[in-house]
């Protein structure tokens, strides 16, 4: 095994972790690992799209989030191709030094932007 699957398959692990613990989320496999509530996607694991070279979780987050994510540390954080314009963000993992629960925080609030408010409040209950 190659130390890029390894470091693939360990952010799959990690990823399927943080996500799961949410109410009511649904994990999608198929070209990509993706994580949604109520059919409505907010997170994905991405390994090398369309050739970049990354490993990547893109994630829903809000506008102002991405903006500020992206100037404060441009080698960690991108604005990923289709879903950037939305607001979404992209966390690089294949960078040394990742801050699993800084990922986790990102999860959650894009968990949170989509999520109706009964689940929200679930969340804030466990």
Known sequence: MTDATRMAED???????????????NER???RL?????GKNFASLMDDHHGDGRLAIWCKADRDTQAA??????????VPPYVGPSGWVGIR???SDVDWDEVAELLEDGYRLL????LVAQLDGR
């Open 11 to 25: 952010a799959q692990d990690r990823m399927r972790a943080i996500c799961l613990e949410f109410p009511e989320v």
């Open 29 to 31: 496999a198929g070209w």
């Open 34 to 38: 993706s994580f949604e509530v109520r």
């Open 69 to 78: 994510l992206v100037e404060v540390d441009a080698n960690r954080f991108f």
């Open 93 to 95: 993992l294949d960078v």
């Open 115 to 118: 999520a109706p408010r009964r």
